[in-house]
């Protein structure tokens, strides 16, 4: 219960209170009914009286409580919280007749008590939820209605505002300030923060993304911020939000006064991500989940609907989390299997694993694995995929045949190509056992696409005749996959009539095909480039076929009948802008592309470029080589030319010589291959073997992380499904796939001029760098901090090969684990030799080594008193005396604190 100054006295506004866009409309409404409305925290009553404070004229302050929800009680206290603001608190309002009997004579006399003493107040009614009487709400009207000119009306709400308010609202009389306006924005917050430089906008972010901008828990962060002031801001703030605990507010505020009911519910759904009415109904055991989600929405208190008449609930982050800590963790799972089991006969599969996963259930997660497997490796979920699976494998799970095929497949995608064929095979083997014939054809489907897209198209036959195997009678969706696969074989082999053949005899036993499909689709192209001498207008009215998935065989196909077309007439440039088509169209490697490689390699060769035509004529012949194709249909002068570049495949030892001897350059000697010099400590710089050291211009940004992420392997190999996962996660599969080859052909060609031509090798479909052709600050510093011995003997090596953090500011989020992990043995080497000199009274020497450790933890205490120490018995008292009113005004500044210690206590013992 609030004392009775406490009631009528406006609030003092705490130190440090920073404005928002509530402040900013409270300085402008026009209004003169203002509505705060919002839960418990959001600072309505702060931002009231720091409006109030600077208003120039009187306010009066009525902060109720649960015992003024009486009408004489209200009415005297109202009259003294508006004689206290007159300057006039003795004065009292006197009844001059019963109020019970004659409740519209006593408002009447209060009106015009009220009239005779104000020009115009401020009136704030504060806690307004208390009050429930409608014999207040009526008094409330009649102010409003008869003192309209004289008085500005301020009620705060933590709950639902009283109905007769809608009037006012609706007429634009009054106006609301809800949670939106009261919450921080995360400019506002940045704005906290202060001077913290570059990473002022993350950790905004951070701070919003935890509090939703909600006040209170803001000021509980900014607070445990300020007394937490050593190291990097951005990982105490993330170690902060983490952490954040405002359970005592949460308790005696809001959950503590709520009915034992709504505690019940609120704790029950706190495990839920989002809420529905029917998926509360199940988690709680109740039917009347829906009114109750209404209830706690208009009643503010921390439960949000997704979207405007939407039937989906969640709650406040914080608030959710405090509500996880009123449940065990078994009420917790058994909540979280509930709502698993619930969403498990929905579409909403995905969520229910999820809550699974949470619940310990590994029998929903595996059933959704079976469901939903596919779809989800459609869409690249790979992290949630790896999560359910880690579940598995930790609750020892045997998986089951359809479980370990989608395992298999998502392996496949992340480039663990021995561990996925395992899996697959053993799949399709208790398929077969279990005589699931259906699903055992799946499978071996599954192991053609994948070695077609391989470009091991043998393989892929092989495999593909297994499938046919037993072959269906009906046509039907298994039947249609082998028809498929065996189409889309047939075209990357470019035998196009043996493609269309298998097609035809569907058609005449009466299957008609779906439209936008690639049967349907292939049908219409291949009978066009089956004619004798398909026309160009022809071609050129084949349907569209860029959406259409494997799209791009078909679409190869046709250009590869306009490039064959134009190489036998001679039309050379035709051919090569048919092939670069056929190779940028491509999203793997097919017989097209081989031999785009092979005519783009022949004419390079013609045009005298030999080292090119190497290069380009690589790629396809491996294709040739793999699927066992001999020599092209080229004419006899280019087949010989292949011939020779083929020879020089053979001998890629001695390439480059072979090449300088066709080159025929005697003015231009051939320059040696030398090393490679990158600088990846404080940056990431790389530098050309030359004479003059000329430092690498990067096409893109893209491309030089890319580099930089293969030389952060170090000569481990990585696929090309992980570098564009990491470099170019946004987009779609086959735009990435153009990217990353785009990209990687530019840094080759960056290097070739430098010999340096097997730099980025690729083998087993990985790619590693070659790093016997790299010389680095990194295997410097490396080889130094291996060798104890030179530690131990020389440590001020440490500060020339240690030029700062591992690839400084590129912000590259996989480097800071190895940035992290090289600053700690950095310091370690600082500290031992900080500590030998000292002890070897080399104090001057002992100097460097704390001011660098200082650099690195400018607040460390202890550092700070060795390094005045050491200052002052070298001889260098002033320099000792600057270095402890440098900590101290650092202190100051950055901590309000004064350090621990005086100059003369740390050096009493000198």
Known sequence: MKNENSKIQIPNVDKGYTERTADALLSSLPENIILLNAGAGFGKTQAL?????????????????????????????????????????????????????????????????????????????????????????????????????????????????PPFFDKYTKNGRAVCIGMEELKFKQEEIA?????????????????????????????????????????????????????????????????????????????????????????????????????????????????????????????????????????????????????????????????????????NASDIVQAVIEVSGDSMLEERLYGTLERWFSLLEANRCELTPKARFIYGKYLMTLGHVTEANKQIAQAGKDFYEANRIQDYKKVLLFAAAAKRRAGELLQADVYLKQAKQDGEMVWNETLEAILTEQVKIKCCMHQLEEALLPINEQIKKGVRFQEDTFLHTAWQVLIILTQTQPSAPALEQTPKIEYIPDGFLLRNCILAENMKSAYQSADYQTAERNAQKIIQNSDYETLQTAVAWEMLAVLSWDEGNYRKAVEQSRTGNTFLQKNKIGLLDLSSKHRQILTEIHSIHRNTVDSRHLISLKEDRPNKSQKETG???????????????????????????????????????????????????????????????????????????????????????????????????????????????????ACENNPEQIIKLYTGSYMGNSGYLWSYGMAKELENQYLTILRSGAAKRTAQNRHEAAVVFFQRILEADPYNEDIVRQLIISLYKSGKQAEAKQQYDRIQKLYQEDLELDFTSSFQEIVAHV
């Not at 009286?49 to 109720?64: M, T």
């Not at 890319?706 to 996962?725: D, K, M, T």
């Not at 052909?745 to 690729?762: A, K, M």
Request: charged share 25%; aromatic share 12%; net charge negative.
């Open 191 to 359: 704005g906290m923060l202060g001077d913290i430089g570059e990473d002022a906008g993350q950790c905004a972010k951070l701070i919003y993304d935890c509090t939703e901008g909600w006040p209170v828990g803001i000021a509980q962060i900014m607070l445990q911020l300020k007394q937490r002031k050593k190291g990097s801001v951005v990982e105490i703030l993330k170690e902060i939000c983490d952490k954040l605990e405002v359970s005592d507010y949460f308790m005696t505020r809001v959950y503590k006064i709520l009915p034992f009911d709504i505690q019940t519910f609120l704790k029950k759904t706190a495990v839920l991500d989002y809420m529905t009415p029917p998926i509360c109904n199940k988690v709680t055991a109740i039917y009347n989940s829906e009114s109750m989600l209404r209830y706690l929405v208009s009643e503010k208190l921390f439960v949000q609907t997704l979207g405007e008449g939407s039937s989906l609930y969640r709650y406040h982050s914080i608030f959710q989390r405090f509500l996880l800590s009123q449940a065990t963790v078994e009420e917790q799972q058994e909540a979280l299997r509930s709502a698993a089991y619930f969403l498990l006969k929905t579409n909403d599969k995905i969520q229910a694993a999820e809550y699974a996963c949470r619940g």
């Open 49 to 161: 009286a720091n409006y109030v404070r600077r208003f120039s004229g009187k306010s009066a302050w009525y902060n109720i409580s649960d015992t003024d929800n009486d009408l004489m009680s209200f009415i005297q206290n109202f009259t003294k919280s508006v004689q206290y603001s007159l300057g006039n608190p003795e004065e009292d309002f006197n009844f001059s007749v019963p109020l019970l009997e004659n409740i519209d004579i006593v408002m009447e006399q209060l009106v015009v008590w009220l009239d005779e003493r104000i020009d115009f107040l401020n009136i704030i009614l504060d806690d307004f939820q208390e009050i429930t009487n409608p014999d207040i709400f009526n008094l409330i009207d009649i102010l409003i209605e008869t003192m309209e000119q004289k008085i500005r009306l301020f009620i705060v709400e933590k709950r639902s505002l």
């Open 675 to 789: 090393k490679l010099r990158i600088q990846c400590l404080d940056g990431f710089c790389v530098f050309l073997p030359d004479k003059d050291g000329k430092e690498m211009k990067w096409r893109t940004k893209k491309a030089r992380e890319l580099f930089a992420y293969l030389f952060h392997l170090q000569g481990n190999s990585v696929s090309r499904e992980v570098l564009i996962e990491l470099l170019w996660p946004e987009s779609g599969m086959k735009s990435a796939i153009a990217l990353f080859h785009t990209t990687l052909y530019s840094i080759r060609q960056s290097f070739v001029p430098e010999g340096l031509d097997e730099l980025i090798s690729y083998e087993n479909k990985k790619y590693s760098l070659n790093m016997q052709l790299v010389a680095s600050d990194l295997a410097q510093l490396n080889a130094y901090m291996k060798d104890l011995s």
